[in-house]
């Protein structure tokens, strides 16, 4: 059926689940009814029109995240949307560049378990606690910022510089570059949408190689003289100690930090205030008691609505029978994190904002299994210290009266507001 984005989110609760796209703008910024339906009429769905089958509960999607050797995340390039075309000119700007090479998140054990061995060390719970005094005070710097205008567009003034600031710092980069890494954020975000045009794909293929031959000179520089960061650390790695990892390993593992490290913490801090505005009750709940705990149980809740990682790939590597359906061995498998932390069968009243839940930790926001995410409890941490600090300086948070109704973006893999524009009120 034609879809035109007025119709689709009517048409996506009636129409049969074969005539929909899936990857519809409108059903990439709203996706909760077409989760309802695939959870309930179709667990396991094949669209039509792509091939790749749709896994949406809550118990599928963790089985598949703990397969491995059954879900395979080693079957496409990190650049689909790229590597997938024939274009003149975007094979000349990515012939600049360095090839894309597999490593943490789109590799298989064991080798995905050795790449990754390379970074846990800067996540690990000492170099988490001492982050936490550079967290809080750049979430009082960006707060001075905008606090006496009694008003501000979250996600560009709080939301992202606050994760953002903090990655740079640990990839051991200097502040005056921040705009460029958010450029090349953007860039990574937009190949994995499948949203862009031609044109739009080589404006993202020019932002990628030239964060390649950023960091390449980074590389070389850390190699010569290692420093106290993560970027020393993937660079001077070696796999037994005899082989050193590629600039192209250092490069992939660079990039997925970066977009890891920054673009959904940013997602879920920014839809975190909107679903206070949203949930008053939530927010009385909060306010009444602003503990560490409550505010832990509130970044759960937050993550567990948001789901910033909303859908992953991944490759079947044998014939599977799953819910009466045949998925042949080689099929793309999308999995669906986001429709799995609403499953009714898991999460009661899936669709309420409700900062009590007993079952909280049981949310799959930062996925499960070998590919939890490397950044989870960094996100955590500046979640509950960015909160905090909002919680202490502002208040009675609202939508501003002259901007329009919040919107999400279109993305096939990542889902956050395009910005939220809010005013409040200074805690004197």
């Not at 061995?117 to 809080?136: H, N, Q, T, Y």
């Not at 950023?214 to 106290?228: G, L, N, V």
């Not at 429709?339 to 009243?349: G, L, Y």
């Amino acid at each position: 059926m034609s879809q035109n984005a007025p119709d689709v989110l009517t048409a996506v609760e009636t129409c049969p689940l074969h005539e929909l796209n899936p990857m519809h703008p409108e059903l990439l910024k709203q996706p909760w009814g077409l989760n309802r339906r695939l959870r309930n009429d179709a667990p396991i769905f094949q669209d039509p029109g792509s091939g790749i089958f749709f896994v949406s509960r809550y118990e599928d999607v963790v089985k598949m995240a703990m397969d491995p050797a059954t879900f395979s995340s080693k079957m496409l390039a990190p650049t689909r949307a790229m590597s997938a075309s024939e274009d003149p000119e975007l094979k000349a700007i990515l012939a600049k560049g360095y090839p894309q090479v597999a490593t943490m998140l789109t590799q298989d054990p064991p080798l995905q378990r050795r790449y990754r061995k390379f970074v846990d060390g800067a996540f690990s719970p000492a170099s988490l606690r001492a982050l936490e005094p550079f967290i809080e005070s750049t979430a009082n710097a960006l707060i001075d910022d905008f606090i006496v205008a009694g008003r501000c567009e979250f996600l560009s003034a709080f939301g992202v510089p606050l994760p953002l600031r903090v990655i740079v710092s640990q990839l051991g980069a200097p502040m005056e570059d921040l705009a460029l890494f958010r450029k090349w954020t953007e860039a990574f975000i937009g190949n994995l949408s499948q949203q862009l045009d031609a044109e739009g794909i080589r404006a993202a293929a020019r932002d990628m190689v030239e964060f390649q031959h950023y960091f390449a000179d980074r590389i070389a520089e850390r190699r010569a003289e290692p420093q106290d960061d993560i970027l020393s650390k993937i660079v001077n790695a070696s796999f037994d100690g005899e082989q050193p990892l590629s600039i192209e390993e250092c490069l992939s593992m660079i990039s997925q930090i970066l977009v890891a490290g920054n673009e959904t913490t940013s997602a879920s801090i920014t839809e975190g205030i909107m679903l206070l505005i949203e949930n008053p009750d939530q927010y009385a709940l909060l306010k009444a008691d602003p503990s560490p705990d409550m505010i832990s149980n509130f970044v759960e809740e937050v993550l567990r609505i948001s789901s910033p990682s909303s859908n992953m790939f991944r490759r079947v590597v044998k014939d599977v029978e799953w819910h009466g359906v045949t998925i042949p061995k080689d099929s793309i498998l999308f999995a669906r994190f986001a429709s799995a932390n609403q499953d009714e069968r898991r999460f009661p009243d899936p669709e309420r904002f409700d900062i009590t839940r007993p079952n909280l930790k049981e949310q799959i926001a930062f996925g499960k299994g070998v590919h939890h995410c490397l950044g989870a409890a960094l996100s955590r941490r500046e979640m509950n210290i960015g909160f905090k600090v909002v919680f202490d300086r502002l208040e009675n948070f609202r939508l501003s009266s002259d901007a329009d109704r919040p919107e999400f973006a279109a993305n096939a893999l990542l889902h956050g507001l395009s910005g939220l524009e809010i005013e409040f009120d200074a805690i004197s």
